[in-house]
């Protein structure tokens, strides 16, 4: 099949490109269009001076540092639509987020019409069959991100500040609850069985714990239930209502966010991991709230269940996005900071 020849905005663009040391083809930029990624061609240029828009340079230089050959870009994206934040693209990153957020079910072979509702004997039943379904097959984690970089530290002498709730999100306790509350929400878990289960995986300090459960019975006596404001309130079908009735802006809005703090927390990882630093983040609320569980985006099937889930934690949870910025300035502040000297005068 012949291909059309590469327009005259294609070409200079290519162009443009290539002085920045990479390579695009005219396939390419059809794809990136297709995919909303880049502006259609006849936005490129300036219309008052037919120059090449520098942000039209700058977005095709990223797509091309980022693509390669049989990968995608994974959530990449998804940021490139929320920053456009147009109808269209908000559209396309709703899909996506309500894709991503059901992959447990289709991995276990389910369909969200067929968790059943209600309170009766039978439908309970039946949220713990799927429950069942969605742990078989798991694979055990035996640590979490805070439990791999203790051990590496500790092998060099460094201690790193200890967990502050639980010392393994993926503690196969907290997986077989976490599988019911996905599928049945908070109504199929009685307050004494979530607690029981926290506490049996809880090294944070004592008093902590103590502090929440208090705050739970507190809050029972003056007729108001906290667990009704968890993110799993509804299970699984809640969670997807959020993204289906999501404000288009606000949701473009949580996902620039979510994706520019876990490509700053990624790069503080790979290039500026020494002991100091690391210390700092973990002292953080957030390292808790959010690092462990979300943070670590990768660019893969798993990165963007991170990215979904710190967006529902952004769309849900009260003052979460304020610590989230709060956490942002701090690693900005940390990525900037000057690296501490070699032996002979270089940096680490």
């Avoid at 203790?150 to 609850?177: C, K, M, W, Y």
Wanted: with cysteine; aromatic share 6%.
């Amino acid at each position: 099949m012949t291909r059309t020849p590469p327009t005259a905005a294609e070409l200079a663009l290519a162009a443009e490109v290539s002085r920045l040391g990479l390579t695009i083809t005219p396939h390419q930029l059809e794809r990136w269009r297709a995919k909303h990624w880049l502006a259609p061609a006849d936005q490129w240029t300036d219309p008052a001076t037919s120059a090449l828009r520098p942000d039209i340079v700058h977005r095709t230089a990223w797509l091309a540092a980022l693509s390669r050959s049989g990968r995608g870009i994974s959530w990449i994206g998804w940021t490139f639509w929320a920053i456009d934040d147009t109808e269209q693209t908000a559209a396309l990153l709703r899909q996506a987020l309500i894709q991503t957020i059901q992959l447990p079910l289709r991995q276990a072979g389910i369909t969200l019409d067929q968790i059943p509702q209600g309170d009766s004997d039978t439908a309970f039943e039946a949220r713990q069959g799927l429950a069942e379904r969605l742990r078989r097959g798991r694979r055990a984690i035996g640590r979490d991100l805070g439990g791999l970089l203790r051990d590496h530290a500790a092998t060099a002498g460094i201690v790193l500040p200890e967990p502050r709730t639980v010392s393994n999100l993926f503690d196969a306790t907290l997986i077989r609850i976490g599988a019911r509350l996905l599928t049945g929400g908070m109504a199929d878990i009685s307050p004494e069985e979530l607690t029981d289960t926290w506490r049996s995986a809880w090294t944070g300090p004592p008093e902590r714990l103590d502090r929440i459960t208090a705050a739970h019975i507190t809050a029972d006596e003056t007729g108001t239930d906290l667990r009704a404001l968890s993110p799993l309130a509804h299970g699984l079908p809640g969670l997807v209502r959020v993204f289906e009735q999501a404000d288009a802006h606000l949701l473009c809005e949580a996902v620039r966010a979510c994706t520019k703090a876990s490509s700053t927390l990624m790069k503080l990882l790979l290039e500026r991991a020494d002991a100091e630093m690391l210390t700092a983040l973990m002292n953080d609320a957030m390292w808790e709230q959010w690092v462990r569980a979300g943070g670590i985006a990768p660019v893969s099937r798993l990165g963007e269940a991170a990215i979904t889930l710190s967006t529902v934690q952004y769309l849900l949870i009260p003052d979460w996005a304020e610590d989230l910025y709060r956490y942002q300035d701090r690693m900005d502040r940390l990525l900037a900071a000057p690296t501490a000297p070699t032996p002979d005068g270089g940096p680490v």
